[in-house]
Structures are given as structure tokens and as C-alpha cells.
């Protein structure tokens, strides 16, 4: 009877195998600062598709515009077939003057006469329409173009390939910062799990003093890194789940639909990768370090 | 069961712990390991269950090549070797129960079979009333108990006790020998380094008398 009541307050922890082996400090300390750090990086990529979809809001009207004055009409042919050699021109098209009239009349209020008489006068336009990704010369190039054969182009519509630029960067530059967060979230789970494994090295000599496999010793660090991983990479979701969930009503304003479901199955199953490969790199150091005879 | 010739084993410091060991036990067998400190006792015991690889001669436990061995064969081996050490070596963040199953465990024993085979043990050693306790709050003399109930938790034919009586007071001493005797009696092999000269006379077995990394004298007590 009273070894039944002893029995119920100790909860019984055999090491080894699936057994996971107790969480203590350490092991929170990590989950902790590897969870910051998956809630920023999710919040980068949060932050990513905020600007595509505002990118991509007036992505498909960006068009270049390229001026030719009505003195050189005649090079109006060839230069709309060397635009469209141009490296990344997606097609041109040729702005008709019944189209500058309906746009002046649109902007001036209905006075047909004055409209056609300016639009006479107005220099031809060559719309140059670009093929989804942008390249960084493609605006040079036009201009380039442009200006061998007397015409101009709008310089303020280089921004918008300027931006496409920006983006494309930050985009690499969110992918080699996802990599580097990885590797060092992966460096210090390895390196909790090193010091539970050193605390540790007794047991897990005196378990294969009684011939346990490979497996049996390592598996219960394998499973806590994994362990580890999933509850930071999970608890990171959710921290930016709230985050999007505060930020709702600015969003929406912004017309701005962000999905962070996407992110759940990315930041835990990226979690218990990065914990489990820093678990096996702290494993097999112990390995070395504890071997006898084998 | 056991068969050293020439046995030699030299540490990577350079120190030589056995010069040529030649020792047979056979099945059933009880044995003293007895000597000054350093005399080699624990390296016998330590090459025996492959701790350690001996640098020259032959040894053959369990019919096994103990320099030849693969990786396989020797945790095989050690799943039928009990080791008592003089630490005991016992998990002290873990209970009494706990320490007791861990070779019943690693050897993938039924996990619902465990709790009755510990308590049958850990009876035979007298400290059924400590299954949910933790080492700490036991005796020295408990503890070695303990030690003894995990050597013998899995039924190995082979058990190799390494100073079990050490820093034990006569009467607890002596109580540990009748243990270890009995488990002898039942069939196992037992093998005990020991200082304790005195506990020779009133159990009974073979002596082998170690002096620098050598037999020097081998007898029954």
C-alpha cells in the first residue's frame, strides 16, 4: 500500500531508447532563444509577402514609355523594332492618337477641339510593356535605345523597375539570412544537448557497459533536439499569428491578405530539422568522447 | 568460461597493469581477485567485460576472442556480464527501480515485465521497501545492494564484482559476500577483486593473487 503511494508521486523515467529525458533549464533556455529567432525570421517573411502582394498590386501595370518628337517620324519603325530585341521587353505597342485624345479629353474636360489640336502636336508614344521579372538594365537598355535614335523615354518610371530591383534583393538577402539563423539555432541546440550529454556521460557509459546499441544511447537526444525544434518552431508561428491577428485592421487597410498558415508546416518542420541535425552533431562528439573499446 | 594466456596490457600513459596473465574460471566458478593497489585486479576484470583491449596474449570470455571481437558480439557479451563496481555507479537522478530495470531495458525486455522482476531482485537483496526510492537516500552498504540487485536484475551467468565490500563496515561486508554466494550457489559465475582479506575466511571460493600485472599465487580459502 505504501509502496503504491510512493509509486504514484515518483513517475517512472527509464533512460535510454524513446524515453525522452528530462527538460530542465537548459533545454527551455534554447527553446527559448530559438523560438525569438524563428518569430523574427517568420516575421521577415511575413514582411516579404506584405511587399509582394503591394509589389504585385501594381506589378502588372508597370510600362515604360518611350517619346519620339514628330520630327522623326521615320524612325519610329525602327526604333520600335530595336526596343523589341530589348532583353526583357515582354511586347511594344504603339499609343494610337485616338487613344492621347480620349486620355486629354478624360483630363481636360470634354474640350474635343482643344484635345485633337494637342494631340497633334504630342511627340508619338511607344509603350513598352516588360516581362514579369524585371532585370536591373532593362530601363538602361530602352533608354539606350531610345536615345540612338532621337527619342526619349519617362525617367520616373525607372522607379518602378528600381523597386522590382529592391525586392529580388531582399528576397536573397531573406534566404541566406533564413540559412545563417538555421545554422546557428542548429549550433546551439547542439550545444544544450552537448552539455546535457556531458552531464550526462556516466549514464550513458554505464549503458553500454551494459551493452546497449548505438541507438538506445542516442535516440533520447535525437528525440528531445527534434523536440526542442518543433515546440520553438511552433510557438514562433503562433507569436506571429498574434502578431498579424494585432495588426489586422492597418492590414486590411493596406487591402493587404496575409496568409501565415503557410508558415506552420515551414517553421516547425524547419524547427525539428534544425533540432534533430544539431542533436546528431552533439551525438556523435559523444561518441568519440565516451567510447571504450568500441 | 573464462581463459586468459599471456595476457598483457599496457596503458596508453605507457604504465604496463598486467605482464601475462594466465587464469581459467570455469562455469559456476568463485572467484577472489586479491592483490595490492595497483597489483592489476580491476584491469582483469575491466579487460573481461571489454572496457579495455588487451595489448598481447589471449583472452576468451563467454567463447568469445576478447581482441578480435566485433562491435555486435561485445554488447552481446555485456548484455550477459553483471558488473558491480566500487562506486557502484548508480544514477542517483533516477529511483532504486529505475536503476534496477536499466539492463533489462537496454536489453529490450517487456517493459511490463520489468516491475515484477525487479521486485523479485531487489527481495533477494532485502530492499523491496526502496523500489520508489532514490539512491541518495540510502546507505553506502544499500547502495551496494542496490548495485548487486542491477548486476543481477537480467540473470547474466558471468558476474565480475569490482571491491564490493570497499568502504563497507565487517557485518555489512559480509552480508554483501552471503549475496553474492548465493547467486553463486544458483549457478552463476562470480568474480570479485577485493583488499578485504579477511572476508576470504568465511566464504569460500578460489583465490588468485595478483602482484604487479602478474599471478603469483593461485589456491582455494
Request: no cysteine.
Given at each position: 500500500m505504501t509502496q503504491n503511494k510512493a509509486q504514484k508521486n515518483v513517475k517512472t523515467r527509464l533512460p535510454g531508447g524513446y524515453q525522452l529525458p528530462p527538460f530542465g533549464i537548459q533545454q527551455s533556455l534554447a527553446a527559448t532563444i530559438v523560438c525569438v529567432a524563428l518569430w523574427m525570421l517568420g516575421m521577415f517573411w511575413l514582411g516579404l509577402q506584405a511587399t509582394e502582394q503591394w509589389i504585385g498590386s501594381w506589378q502588372d501595370d508597370i510600362r515604360f514609355h518611350v517619346y519620339l518628337e514628330h520630327e522623326q517620324k521615320d524612325q519610329l519603325k525602327p526604333l520600335m523594332a530595336k526596343l523589341k530585341e530589348v532583353p526583357g521587353v515582354d511586347s511594344i505597342r504603339l499609343v494610337q492618337q485616338e487613344e492621347t485624345e480620349a486620355w486629354l479629353s478624360k483630363w481636360l474636360g470634354d474640350s474635343g477641339l482643344t484635345t485633337k489640336e494637342m494631340a497633334e502636336v504630342l511627340p508619338s508614344v511607344i509603350e513598352v510593356l516588360p516581362e514579369r521579372n524585371i532585370h536591373e538594365f532593362l530601363f538602361t537598355d530602352i533608354k539606350d535605345e531610345a536615345a540612338l535614335l532621337g527619342a526619349s523615354v519617362n525617367e520616373e518610371e525607372s522607379y518602378f523597375a528600381t523597386a522590382q530591383s529592391l525586392f529580388d534583393d531582399m528576397r536573397l538577402f531573406l534566404w541566406i539570412m533564413s540559412a545563417l539563423i538555421a545554422l546557428a539555432m542548429m549550433v546551439i541546440i547542439s550545444n544544450t544537448l552537448r552539455m546535457i550529454i556531458l552531464a550526462r556521460a556516466d549514464e550513458i557509459h554505464l549503458m553500454r557497459l551494459l551493452g546497449a546499441q548505438e541507438w538506445f544511447v542516442r535516440m533520447p537526444f535525437l528525440l528531445e533536439g527534434a523536440l526542442i525544434g518543433l515546440l520553438s518552431g511552433t510557438l514562433a508561428w503562433f507569436m506571429d499569428w498574434c502578431v498579424l491577428q494585432l495588426m489586422a485592421t492597418w492590414l486590411s487597410e493596406l487591402q493587404l491578405d496575409m496568409n501565415s498558415w503557410y508558415l506552420l508546416p515551414v517553421m516547425a518542420g524547419g524547427g525539428v530539422l534544425i533540432g534533430f541535425t544539431g542533436a546528431v552533431i552533439a551525438t556523435s562528439d559523444v561518441k568519440q568522447e565516451t567510447a571504450s573499446i568500441l | 568460461m573464462i581463459s586468459m594466456q599471456k595476457l598483457m596490457l599496457r596503458y596508453p600513459t605507457g604504465?604496463?597493469?598486467?605482464?601475462?596473465v594466465d587464469l581459467k574460471v570455469e562455469q559456476g566458478g568463485f572467484v577472489y581477485l586479491i592483490g595490492e593497489s595497483g597489483a592489476g585486479k580491476s584491469s582483469v576484470l575491466r579487460t573481461l567485460y571489454g572496457d579495455i583491449a588487451p595489448s598481447y596474449g589471449e583472452l576468451h570470455v563467454q567463447g568469445m576472442d576478447m581482441r578480435t571481437i566485433t562491435t555486435a558480439n561485445l554488447r552481446q557479451l555485456r548484455q550477459r556480464i553483471g558488473i558491480i563496481f566500487q562506486d557502484h555507479k548508480l544514477i542517483f537522478s533516477r529511483t532504486v527501480f529505475e536503476n534496477v530495470a536499466l539492463p533489462l531495458r537496454v536489453q529490450g525486455r517487456d517493459l511490463n515485465r520489468l516491475l515484477p522482476r525487479v521486485k523479485k531482485v531487489l527481495e533477494f537483496v532485502g530492499l523491496s521497501e526502496h523500489l520508489w526510492s532514490y539512491p541518495e537516500a540510502l546507505s553506502g552498504g544499500e547502495q551496494q545492494r542496490v548495485a548487486i540487485a542491477r548486476a543481477m536484475s537480467s540473470n547474466p551467468p558471468l558476474i565480475l564484482a569490482d571491491e564490493p565490500t570497499g568502504n563497507l563496515d565487517v557485518v555489512t561486508a559480509r552480508h554483501i559476500l552471503d549475496l553474492l554466494q548465493a547467486l553463486n550457489k544458483h549457478g552463476t559465475t562470480v568474480i570479485i577483486a577485493t583488499h578485504?582479506?579477511?572476508?576470504l575466511q568465511s566464504h569460500a571460493g578460489k583465490i588468485v593473487q595478483l602482484h604487479q600485472g602478474a599471478v603469483v599465487d593461485t589456491k582455494a580459502s
Open positions: - | 604504465k604496463t597493469a598486467l605482464a601475462g578485504d582479506i579477511h572476508l
